[in-house]
């Protein structure tokens, strides 16, 4: 058994952290908690989430400097952006480094905890596919 998907959050407000700790733990995830980019690297690598919840605006390390190093890395966690900066350019960059989904703030709850499923999901399935099952469960 598995367990419950593991999501990283990073999220420098402390409030919105928590209303989105609750909110993943109610769909089933199992959340980490960062709340800067130097810590949500060291857990990536420590704790290998099936997913990443990452804010762009954050204190010491940004997030596009996180999104940009997992974007590096053989097999890098899928990746749920959740920022304020709705700039096209912002959406555009997040996407070429490999992003999973682009969310604005003020965000819909419901829209973005089933986006963080799909991304920890779809790892999870990806992981545990064999090569010859893959086309029949849809995997490419």
Known sequence: MLGRPRVLIV???PDLLVVLRVNLVSAGLEPILAGDGKTAIARIDAERPDAVLLDVMLPGIDGWQVLEQLHTMGDPVPVVVCSAKKNPDDVA??????????L???FDIDHLVDAVVAAATSRRHAEVALPEQAPELGFA
Do not use: M, N
Not at 93 to 102: F, K, S
């Open 11 to 13: 999220e420098d407000d």
């Open 93 to 102: 960059r997040a996407e070429e480094l490999g992003a999973a989904a682009y």
């Open 104 to 106: 604005v703030k003020p």
